[in-house]
């Protein structure tokens, strides 16, 4: 019996505990069986952000606020940037929904943020948000959204040795320094500057955080440290200019590699890229080896071998369709060639599939060839898949494997990097007519 022909036959009440019916729970059961977590909260709320704003209201209803609240401060907490020269400083975050407010208390330090529940003791400042609103920000449906509720109080003077809580004469108090001698101009305006500069930095990081980043997929290739931009590659322009219209879709994707070799504790620095540059993108990392210190509220990863057909299969049963898959693996030329036959299938319409460092393609210890031209390697197959997006124009029908509507519509390749796209590669070639005319001109003998 099939596990959805098994699960059709239980009662309906042990679907309340999935939270749905015969199709979430199959899905819930495949995702046991590859060892993944399920995504639970955070899938819904990403796909209901570009919702009706009652289908919104229904969602945290049926979750409860406070657990929305928390899992929007776990997206914030890792967006986090920990400003230069603000450590010390702490700021109070809350989330209000209707009337229960939620605080957080976010401290900076030398090289991390802290954020842990409660208000803060001596913030710097109070930064608020309506928690439907933060939920938009957080998962941006669209470019461009603007916060309709952020509210933003200073707490602390710039000048704390002079203004203590609730004093409106702090100006005076500064002058009567300057009068004593205990000051000199110069000296409290540099100290104010630099307070000042503390509770912007402080105030901008928690904001930035918060709401929808425009940044560059380079510069966050830089910030976690990914290789794709600025040391070994130069990939990030070509994923950006592609990917630059999805940025704000509900997404799956699946990145072949996490990085860090059999280091449990190392990599998953593309992953942290793609799930800050995709906001609303659910991200998967698969690796050969366990990496159960690379998390993130929009992260799974998972251990297998994208060498092996029937896991594949279980995979893209438990998590596909992916809306965009990229090889980063191992590069072996057999593995490279294996992951895209049983992984481009499960891409949907419309969706791109991406195969790095084709330079393993010339190099025999990868399973290449010095040799250009030779078959079998990951440069083959991309040739291979030019002659399968022309398949309306072969004239010899002794090849219909390559007439599959599962191939791409879309081959772009780029120095070390290739995109494959899944379309419409049906498009009613060239006239069956001037076919045969073609046919009987490269006849021989046919004297033409």
């Not at 941006?140 to 309709?148: K, L, Q």
């Not at 955080?209 to 976690?224: G, H, K, N, T, W």
């Not at 994707?253 to 593309?270: H, K, M, N, P, R």
Request: proline fraction near 7%; aromatic fraction near 10%.
């Amino acid at each position: 019996m099939s596990v959805p022909v098994f699960l059709a036959s239980l009662p309906t009440s042990f679907f309340a505990l999935f939270g749905g019916g015969v199709e979430r729970a199959t899905q819930l059961w495949r995702f046991v069986v590859v060892g993944i977590q399920p995504w639970g909260l955070v899938e819904d709320l990403v796909a209901a952000a570009g919702s009706w704003a009652k289908d919104l209201d229904r969602l945290i209803a049926a979750a409860g606020p406070a657990a929305v609240a928390d899992l929007l401060v776990a997206e914030i907490r890792q967006r986090l940037c920990v400003p230069r020269d603000a450590a010390g400083a702490a700021v109070c975050l809350t989330i209000a929904h209707g009337t229960r407010r939620y605080e957080w208390n976010v401290t900076f330090k030398e090289d991390q943020a802290d954020v842990t529940p409660g208000p803060a003791g001596a913030p710097v400042a109070g930064i608020g948000y309506e928690l439907t609103d933060l939920i938009r920000l957080l998962y941006a449906p669209r470019p461009g959204y603007v916060s309709t509720s952020r509210e933003v109080d200073a707490k602390t003077w710039p000048w704390p040795e002079a203004a203590d809580e609730g004093d409106e004469d702090g100006g005076e108090r500064l002058q009567e320094m300057v009068r004593r001698g205990e000051a000199t101009r110069e000296e409290i305006s540099r100290r104010g500057r630099e307070r000042f500069d503390v509770i912007a930095k402080a105030v901008h990081a928690v904001i930035t955080a918060c709401e929808p980043s425009a940044r560059p997929l380079s510069d966050l290739a830089v910030q976690y440290g990914s290789d794709k931009w600025g040391c070994l590659h130069w990939y990030t322009p070509h994923y950006q200019r592609h990917f630059a219209d999805l940025r704000h879709e509900p997404l799956r994707i699946l990145e072949i590699g996490i990085g860090g070799f059999d280091q449990d504790a190392v990599g998953g620095e593309s992953l942290y890229m793609w799930q800050e540059f995709f906001p609303r993108a659910l991200v998967y990392g698969l690796d050969i080896f366990p990496k159960p210190a690379v998390t993130g509220p929009r992260i799974r990863t998972v251990v297998g071998d994208q060498n092996d057909p029937a896991f594949l299969r279980e995979l893209a049963a438990a998590a596909g369709p992916f809306d965009i898959v990229i090889d980063d693996g191992s590069h072996i030329n057999e593995h490279v060639s294996t992951s895209f036959a049983h992984l481009f299938p499960h891409v949907r319409p419309g969706g791109w599939y991406i195969i790095e460092d084709l330079h393993t393609a010339y190099w025999p210890a990868f399973g290449g060839n010095a040799r250009p031209g030779t078959e079998g390697t990951s440069v083959a197959l991309l040739k291979e898949q030019l002659d399968r997006l022309h398949h309306e124009e072969h004239l010899d029908p002794g090849h219909p494997e390559l007439a599959n509507p599962s191939h791409p519509s879309e081959v772009l390749v780029y120095h070390n990097l290739a995109f494959l796209r899944k379309g419409n590669n049906r498009e009613a070639g060239i006239p069956a007519w001037i076919k045969a005319q073609a046919s009987r001109r490269a006849a021989p003998g046919s004297g033409r």
